[in-house]
């Protein structure tokens, strides 16, 4: 069965501190789509990625970088020079190809930055 | 902009008594979500529209009802509300690219619902 853990309930850092986010999971479909999803306290769901299974190469936005290892099932999200507008819950998530309508969150990590 | 709109952003609603959440997109995407959030946890998907094919989770409880009655617009019906269904609940929305292809989702602001 399809499962995303996020080990890591809660986070804070200081500002302009470099954090990573955690994203562990399992699937046995072959071909699959990870997400990362930011939830602001506004309560609006913000895409941030959608990788598919085949793509490993890593990803960098701006200050946003992701790192997708298919050999750990880990996708991890680090965010570089942190900043107070990066305060919110992060979700990783996964969508299995033989159902791809369905994305199964993880729980999420809440970001805190400090000032 | 194109993007998801909900309302309302709040509701308040009595044991038992139903209510409609409402949902419209600009995005012109034939796909639509309700999805149930309580507090601190994930997002639950509870059912999706493919153009007009309506797909409920097996574990969605008969109280939770949809409509859509065009692209634009999804509607989330709860005929009774039960303490229990105090949540946020989200609209999301995706395009289909091919037979079997969904896009990310974009979601809408959440509409808080609080049962009295």
């Known amino acids: 069965a399809q499962k995303v853990t996020q080990a890591q309930t809660e986070i804070s850092v200081v500002e302009k501190e470099d954090v990573t986010l955690d994203c562990v999971y399992e699937?046995?479909?072959?071909?699959?789509?990870l997400f990362w999803y930011k939830q602001p306290p506004s309560g609006e769901l913000v895409f941030l990625i959608r990788?598919?299974?085949?793509?490993?190469q890593n990803e960098i936005s701006g200050r946003y970088s992701w790192n997708f290892q298919k050999s750990t099932s880990s996708f991890n999200f680090t965010i570089t020079a942190s900043q107070v507008v990066d305060s919110a819950v992060y979700f990783c998530?996964?969508?299995?190809?033989?159902?791809?309508?369905?994305?199964?969150f993880g729980k999420g990590t809440r970001l805190h930055i400090l000032p | 902009d194109a993007m998801v709109i909900q309302n309302p952003r709040y509701q308040v609603t009595q044991f038992g008594k139903p209510v409609t959440l409402s949902c419209s997109q600009t995005l012109n995407h034939n796909v639509m979500y309700w999805y149930q959030q309580k507090s601190s946890q994930a997002p639950k998907l509870l059912f999706h529209?493919?153009?007009?094919?309506?797909?409920n989770e097996a574990d969605t409880p008969d109280n939770f009802q949809s409509r859509r009655p065009n692209t634009s617009f999804c509607f989330l019906d709860i005929r009774s509300p039960g303490l229990g269904d105090a949540a946020m609940y989200l609209c999301?929305?995706?395009?289909?690219?091919?037979?079997?292809?969904?896009?990310?989702?974009?979601f809408g602001p959440g509409t808080r619902l609080t049962v009295l």
């Open positions: 998530a996964l969508s299995e190809a033989w159902r791809d309508d369905k994305i199964i």
């Open positions: 699937t046995r479909d072959t071909t699959y789509y």
């Open positions: 990788r598919n299974s085949f793509d490993e």
């Open positions: 529209y493919y153009d007009k094919d309506f797909n």
């Open positions: 999301a929305t995706s395009r289909t690219t091919g037979a079997s292809s969904y896009n990310e989702q974009f």
